[in-house]
C-alpha cells in the first residue's frame, strides 16, 4: 500500500542529479572548518524552527526567534506557548543531531521522542503518544485513517522507509515519508513539526543538510500535500528538491575558497551575455531547471547556471 508511482522523474532527472554532484563536492569538502560549521548550525537552527512553527500558526518572527533561541529574551506581547514552541524545537533539533548517523535506522521510538519534544509543557497529555481519537486537517481533500489503524500503518512506513523496495533516493525517501506520516496523521497534535523534523533524518543520514520548508510556501506545501494525497508527488518532490538545494547553496558557498556567486536574478539578467529576462529565468528557477534557490521571496541563481541552461537545452 505504500508504492509510489515515481512518475514525477522524468521532470526532475537533472535536478536529483545536480543535488547528488552537490552531496559528493559538499562531503568532499568535509570536515568543514569548526568555526563554518558552527556558524551555519545557529543559523539553521533558527531558521528551521521559525518556519516550521510559523507554517503551525506561532507568530514569533525569525528575528524574535532568534531572541528567544539566543538571548533567551522574552517577546513582549508573545504567549508563553508560543515560547515554549521556540526552544521545544531548538531542543528537538540538537536531539536529532544527536541521533544522526551514517548507518542511522529509522525507528518509532525516536519518532515519538522528538515528538515528546516538540509538545513538552504544552500539550504533556499528547506528548509522545500516537492518538487515540479521530482528526482532521482543515483544507485536506481526505480524512486521516482511524485511530485503531495508526500504530500500524506507522510501523508499516517505518519499514518501507528501512527497506525500500522501490529503490528510492535520499530526497524521495524523505519526501514519501512526510507525505505517508501526515496521511496517516498519528498524533492529535504536532504532526507537521515532528514530520518536518524526521524527514531530514533520513536526509541527514546521507550526508545532505536539513531542508526547511519555508513558511512562505505554506499555500504551495498545502497544495502539494493534497496533490500527494490523490497519488501525484510531482509537486511535493519539487517543493523538496527546492528545499534541499537551499541547504545545499548555503553550505557549498561556505566552504572556504568557494567560488560560487549566488545573486538575485533580477540582477543576474543585468548581465549582457544573459539573453533572457527576469520572468523566464524565474521560472526556469521554480521548476528547477537551473541551479537555485529561494530566500524570502526571492530567487538567487548564479550566471554560470542560466549560461549551462542555454548550453545544454534540447540535449
Ligand atoms: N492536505 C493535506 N494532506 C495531508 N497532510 C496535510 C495536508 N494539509 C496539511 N497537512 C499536514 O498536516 C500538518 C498539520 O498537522 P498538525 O496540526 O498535527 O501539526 P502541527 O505541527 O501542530 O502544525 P503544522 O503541521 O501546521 O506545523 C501540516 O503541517 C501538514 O504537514
Ligand atoms: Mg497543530
Redesign the pocket.
Known amino acids: 500500500m505504500w508504492d509510489v508511482d515515481t512518475k514525477y522523474r522524468q521532470d526532475l532527472e537533472q535536478t536529483f542529479a545536480r543535488l547528488l554532484d552537490k552531496l559528493e563536492v559538499l562531503n568532499a569538502a568535509r570536515p568543514l572548518p569548526n568555526i563554518v560549521l558552527q556558524n551555519i548550525k545557529e543559523a539553521f537552527l533558527v531558521e528551521w524552527t521559525y518556519n516550521?512553527?510559523s507554517?503551525?500558526?506561532n507568530t514569533l518572527s525569525l528575528r524574535e526567534t532568534q531572541l528567544v533561541l539566543q538571548e533567551g529574551i522574552t517577546v513582549k506581547g508573545k504567549s508563553l506557548r508560543e515560547h515554549f514552541e521556540a526552544k521545544n524545537h531548538e531542543f528537538a533539533i540538537l536531539k536529532l543531531y544527536q541521533l544522526v548517523k551514517d548507518d542511522y535506522v529509522l525507528n518509532a521510538k525516536d519518532i515519538l521522542d522528538l515528538h515528546g519534544l516538540?509538545l513538552r509543557s504544552i500539550e504533556d497529555e499528547y506528548a509522545g503518544r500516537l492518538r487515540n481519537g479521530g482528526?482532521r486537517?482543515?483544507?485536506?481533500?481526505?480524512v486521516?485513517p482511524n485511530a485503531r489503524k495508526v500504530s500500524e500503518y506507522l510501523d508499516d512506513l517505518i519499514d518501507y522507509i528501512n527497506t525500500n523496495p522501490q529503490g528510492l533516493n535520499a530526497i524521495e525517501l524523505a519526501t514519501v515519508f512526510?507525505?505517508k506520516f501526515?496521511?496517516i496523521?498519528p498524533?492529535?497534535?504536532?504532526?507537521?513539526?515532528?514530520?518536518?523534523l524526521v524527514m531530514n533524518l533520513l536526509l541527514m543520514r546521507y550526508g545532505f543538510p536539513p531542508a526547511i520548508i519555508l513558511a512562505n510556501d505554506r499555500a504551495k506545501?498545502?497544495a502539494a500535500?493534497?496533490q500527494?494525497?490523490n497519488g501525484n508527488y510531482a509537486k511535493l518532490m519539487l517543493l523538496m528538491c527546492q528545499a534541499t538545494e537551499r541547504s545545499l547553496n548555503i553550505y557549498l558557498s561556505a566552504i572556504p575558497g568557494s567560488d560560487k556567486d549566488y545573486q538575485a536574478i533580477s540582477s543576474i539578467v543585468e548581465e549582457p551575455e544573459i539573453p533572457y529576462g527576469q520572468e523566464y529565468v524565474s521560472l526556469l528557477a521554480r521548476q528547477g531547471k537551473i541551479d537555485a534557490h529561494k530566500e524570502g521571496r526571492n530567487w538567487y541563481t548564479t550566471k554560470e547556471a542560466v549560461l549551462n541552461y542555454i548550453q545544454n537545452k534540447g540535449k
Open positions: 516550521s512553527n507554517i503551525e500558526g516538540v482528526v486537517i482543515s483544507g485536506a481533500n481526505f486521516p512526510h507525505h501526515v496521511w496523521h498524533f492529535f497534535d504536532g504532526n507537521g513539526r515532528t514530520v518536518r506545501y498545502y500535500l493534497n500527494a494525497n
